[in-house]
């Protein structure tokens, strides 16, 4: 890292990449051209498992305020201008950890894994509502162009869409698609969603390798469906720039670009290369053709969208779980001149380092790709 004045650092310290962790850590990054921060926004003195990050989202429009959702069914609210935590509160309706976080109209949402969704406001200790949205719920998206959307799927979950207007009911329920070539029940298993920029589409990954397109104006069952790869998919993201192109990550480090509109959809377009770990949350920058990813290798990496060039890679120590970008980033911080080599640091049993906790190395080995299956893949 490269040497700053205080006043720089003051600067550099507006972070614009949010990061957290399955240690309970939340990381602030500024990624700045001269130098590049990274910082533990919260006390590491009493993080332990329960307090693991597993789900972030913006709290307002000017993007300065952070939901923070932990393992343990409590979500913290983390100001970025005042870098303070200004508020906290326990969920008490449903099970297991907190996989989903949206914000509307000053009202909070949170969706658990046991399936419900509840939905309260800041200045009521009641909630207003819970909808059970499955028995497993995988994860929740909020639409960008119309807030009051939402969308939910799970294990045995299909495709939820809900009005947080009209909360009572789902107002699109995907069905399953028909059976397979040997007449047996294909099984349901959501992991991501994400809406397209024609406001009607949304694209989700499941576990068993699909991608699938759904137009809920048309029909319930997909209008397009195939599978990718050999393993799982984590997650997926939109292109915002464009109506019918998707970023998906796998579970065995892998990340591509798909385009429903093309001649082959099925095929990616290409494939992002970097990865040693399962890739765990995607953002597709708004206004830049940057692609932000966080994975199980400590990784936080930035990829050009169309180049597929690595831009920028950090090691942050520990699992990551989810990340958060502003949209105000300067597309010039990203230029092959400031590429980060990204070497891994050595293998240690202790550290020295009071902003941090590094995990104990992950058992058994990472399945790499090897360079004839890239080559196969981006024909």
């Not at 207007?165 to 397979?180: M, Y």
């Not at 099984?187 to 137009?215: C, E, Q």
């Not at 070497?343 to 202790?350: E, I, M, N, T």
């Given at each position: 890292?490269?040497?700053?004045?205080?006043?720089?650092?003051?600067?550099?310290?507006?972070?614009?990449?949010?990061?957290?962790?399955?240690?309970?850590?939340?990381?602030?990054i500024?990624?700045?051209?001269?130098?590049?921060?990274?910082?533990?926004v919260?006390?590491?003195?009493?993080l332990?498992?329960?307090?693991?990050?597993?789900?972030?989202a913006?709290?307002?429009?000017?993007?300065t305020?952070?939901?923070?959702?932990?393992?343990?069914?409590?979500?913290?609210?983390?100001?970025?201008?005042?870098?303070?935590?200004?508020?906290?509160?326990?969920?008490?309706?449903?099970?297991?950890?907190?996989?989903?976080?949206?914000?509307?109209?000053?009202?909070?949402?949170?969706?658990?894994?046991?399936?419900?969704?509840?939905?309260?406001?800041?200045?009521?200790?009641?909630?207003?509502?819970?909808?059970?949205?499955?028995?497993?719920?995988?994860?929740?998206?909020?639409s960008?162009?119309?807030?009051?959307?939402?969308?939910?799927?799970?294990?045995?979950?299909?495709l939820?869409?809900?009005?947080?207007?009209k909360?009572?009911?789902?107002?699109?329920?995907?069905?399953?698609?028909?059976?397979?070539?040997?007449?047996?029940?294909?099984?349901?298993?959501?992991?991501?969603?994400?809406?397209?920029k024609?406001?009607?589409?949304?694209?989700?990954?499941?576990?068993?390798?699909?991608i699938?397109?759904?137009?809920?104006?048309?029909?319930?069952?997909?209008?397009?469906?195939?599978?990718?790869g050999?393993?799982?998919?984590?997650?997926?993201?939109?292109?915002?720039?464009?109506?019918?192109?998707?970023v998906?990550?796998?579970?065995?480090?892998?990340?591509?670009?798909?385009d429903?509109?093309?001649?082959?959809?099925?095929?990616?377009?290409?494939?992002?290369?970097?990865f040693?770990?399962?890739?765990?949350?995607?953002?597709?920058?708004?206004?830049?053709?940057?692609?932000?990813?966080?994975?199980?290798?400590?990784?936080?990496?930035?990829?050009?969208?169309?180049?597929t060039?690595?831009?920028?890679?950090?090691?942050?120590?520990?699992?990551?779980?989810?990340?958060?970008?502003?949209?105000?980033?300067?597309?010039?911080?990203?230029?092959?001149?400031?590429?980060?080599?990204?070497?891994?640091?050595?293998?240690?049993?202790?550290?020295?380092?009071?902003?941090?906790?590094?995990?104990?190395?992950?058992?058994?080995?990472?399945?790499?790709?090897?360079?004839?299956?890239?080559?196969?893949?981006?024909?």
């Amino acid at each position: 890292m490269a040497d700053v004045s205080k006043q720089e650092v003051k600067t550099l310290e507006d972070f614009n990449v949010f990061v957290g962790a399955e240690t309970g850590i939340l990381k602030g990054i500024n990624l700045n051209q001269d130098a590049v921060i990274h910082k533990n926004v919260n006390n590491l003195k009493s993080l332990d498992r329960q307090h693991e990050v597993t789900a972030m989202a913006w709290g307002n429009h000017n993007q300065t305020e952070v939901l923070i959702g932990l393992r343990n069914k409590i979500v913290q609210v983390f100001d970025t201008e005042d870098k303070a935590f200004v508020s906290s509160r326990q969920i008490t309706i449903g099970e297991g950890p907190i996989v989903s976080l949206a914000r509307w109209n000053g009202i909070t949402v949170t969706a658990l894994k046991s399936g419900q969704v509840t939905i309260w406001n800041a200045d009521n200790p009641v909630e207003i509502n819970a909808m059970k949205a499955g028995e497993t719920l995988a994860r929740m998206r909020q639409s960008r162009i119309s807030p009051n959307i939402i969308a939910t799927g799970g294990k045995e979950n299909e495709l939820n869409l809900w009005d947080l207007e009209k909360p009572l009911e789902p107002i699109f329920k995907a069905k399953n698609v028909k059976l397979d070539m040997v007449q047996l029940r294909v099984p349901v298993w959501v992991t991501d969603m994400a809406f397209l920029k024609d406001h009607h589409s949304v694209g989700i990954s499941t576990r068993h390798r699909n991608i699938r397109l759904y137009d809920p104006g048309r029909q319930r069952r997909p209008t397009m469906d195939f599978e990718w790869g050999e393993y799982p998919l984590t997650s997926i993201s939109a292109v915002p720039t464009n109506d019918k192109q998707v970023v998906v990550g796998a579970s065995h480090g892998r990340m591509a670009l798909f385009d429903y509109r093309g001649t082959r959809p099925d095929m990616p377009v290409h494939v992002f290369k970097g990865f040693a770990g399962a890739v765990r949350d995607i953002v597709v920058h708004p206004e830049h053709p940057l692609v932000f990813s966080v994975s199980l290798d400590r990784f936080v990496r930035v990829h050009h969208l169309w180049s597929t060039k690595l831009l920028f890679n950090e090691y942050l120590k520990s699992r990551l779980n989810c990340l958060l970008v502003k949209d105000e980033i300067n597309i010039k911080d990203f230029t092959p001149a400031v590429r980060r080599p990204g070497k891994r640091k050595k293998k240690a049993k202790a550290t020295d380092d009071k902003d941090d906790v590094i995990l104990e190395p992950t058992k058994g080995k990472v399945a790499r790709t090897t360079d004839d299956d890239w080559a196969a893949l981006t024909l």
